[in-house]
């Protein structure tokens, strides 16, 4: 199984961008989807979860309302919008998927997903 994290690059405050995870490999069940990222010097952090089914979505409570998360299972792709965007987000984002179902008091945990993307670099300047 393999991620790959695009749609990084530099924003200037107040602008968006929209991240994508394509997932490729074989995956014989369904599988939860999760975004993470690593601001310069700090450790990763959480940002959004998303089921396979699409009806549970979760977010870090900072980003609430700015940052959404969402899938196409037809095209094994995650995405991540993100408006609105501060200096604060910068960062490496990356994608994660774990096998099988996300649970609720685990899936804001790095540990708790099984691949990982390479990363894309979001930097918030003007």
């Known amino acids: 199984v393999q991620l790959q994290a695009s749609g990084g690059g530099l924003v200037q405050p107040g602008g968006s961008l929209r991240l994508s995870c394509a997932v490729s490999?074989?995956?014989?069940?369904?599988?939860?989807m999760g975004w993470f990222r690593q601001p310069p010097g700090k450790d990763r952090e959480f940002v959004a979860a998303?089921?396979?089914?699409?009806?549970?979505?979760y977010y870090a409570d900072s980003l609430k309302g700015r940052f959404t998360i969402s899938r196409d299972n037809a095209k094994n792709t995650v995405y991540l919008q993100m408006n609105s965007l501060k200096p604060e987000d910068t960062a490496v984002y990356f994608c994660?998927?774990?096998?099988?179902?996300?649970?609720?008091?685990?899936?804001?945990?790095?540990?708790?997903?099984?691949?990982w993307g390479q990363g894309t670099l979001v930097t918030v300047s003007s």
């Open positions: 490999g074989q995956i014989s069940s369904t599988y939860g």
């Open positions: 994660a998927l774990k096998i099988g179902r996300l649970i609720l008091s685990s899936l804001k945990q790095a540990n708790s997903y099984d691949y």
């Open positions: 998303i089921r396979y089914s699409d009806r549970g979505k």
